[in-house]
């Protein structure tokens, strides 16, 4: 059997980003400490959820069974994920330690560093390497009691392989919204097959927050195009079911959905510029650069044209 890699330390990850080296992200998988006087459990960001659990809750089944959207604690940070009670991961988070651009080693909350803070959480793992992340665990108890799956409204024998996009619904529109669904893909002669639904909580803290209230998240699956002509009409239908959302006073989660027209990003998220010169500005010499960013990027310089298509 493999020996299990020794965790990477906080100076080793330090010594890395000061000399432009990679490391080896799977070495940051240890829960680090468990404060149950200040109710604070701290891990290195690469830890599994279901390691967690299984560290906090040995005997709950409940704790290893619960869905999250992302594997790791760093990865949920990063995308300010909502969690199995349909809260944003910021609300779970006490503090951080973070490898800025530069090299140096920085402990991050939201009282000494709000600034920083409300831009790493969410900001798409653009601000430096996550060291660690300490968490509360009144918080995570909670999520676990309230959990709740999404319900499923549709799942057809084909949604396994269906293209995904995600909606923020506010609950009072839901019917409307899911309606008009239906309405839209039977317009563009695609197939729906599968439409899902979960309640997401607010969101007040994060820079680029993408549930500043309460919402419905609509998780429709899409029939894959087999031609151009089918592919043109699945992207006008995403245009079409986003511009639906809006509509109704909601919209979309920034970090995975990259159909959104500039229009329709800058609707949502106003504030998208200024958390681009934000990240620019802690990172000028442009270390951490990736693919998410290359798009909100090139979003946002392209002139808005306007698209016709046939149905």
């Keep these: 059997m493999t020996a299990k890699p020794l965790p990477l330390s906080a100076q080793e990850l330090c010594q890395s980003i000061r000399a432009t080296h990679a490391f080896d992200a799977s070495r940051l998988d240890r829960v680090l400490a468990v404060d149950e006087a200040r109710g604070q459990v701290e891990v290195q960001s690469g830890t599994p959820w279901k390691v967690l659990a299984e560290r906090l ?34 609300s779970h988070v006490a503090s951080f330690t973070l490898v800025t651009p530069d090299g140096q080693l920085r402990r991050v909350d939201r009282i000494g560093n709000p600034s920083l803070f409300s831009l790493v959480v969410g900001g798409q793992g653009l601000f430096g390497a996550l060291y660690s992340v300490t968490l509360k665990l009144d918080s995570l108890a909670r999520a676990l ?24 619904v506010p609950p009072a529109r839901l019917e409307t919204v899911i309606a008009g669904c239906h ?84 609707a949502c998220y106003p504030q998208l510029a200024g958390f681009l010169a934000e990240q620019r500005r802690i990172d000028p010499q442009e270390r951490w650069i990736n693919g998410w960013l290359r798009h909100q990027r090139s979003l946002l310089s392209r002139e808005p044209c306007e698209v016709r298509w046939q149905h």
Excluded: M
Excluded at 189 to 200: G, Q, T
Excluded at 215 to 221: D, H, N, Q
């Design 57 to 90: 809750r040995p005997d709950d089944p409940r704790a290893r069974e619960v869905r999250t959207t992302h594997a790791t604690i760093g990865e949920s940070l990063a995308c300010n994920a909502a969690g199995p009670d349909g809260r944003p991961t910021v």
């Design 145 to 168: 009691e309230e959990a709740q799956a999404p319900a499923s409204l549709l799942e057809s024998a084909n949604s396994k392989g269906a293209s995904k996009l995600v909606l923020l």
């Design 183 to 266: 309405e839209r893909c039977a317009e563009w002669r695609v197939e729906l097959e599968s439409l899902s639904v979960r309640r997401i909580r607010p969101d007040e803290e994060t820079f680029l927050r993408w549930a500043g209230r309460e919402y419905a998240e609509v998780s429709i699956g899409l029939g894959l195009g087999g031609n151009l002509g089918t592919e043109v009409r699945l992207t006008q239908l995403r245009h079409s079911l986003i511009d639906l959302a809006i509509a109704h006073g909601g919209g979309f989660p920034i970090a995975c959905t990259r159909a959104a027209t500039r229009s329709q990003t800058e």
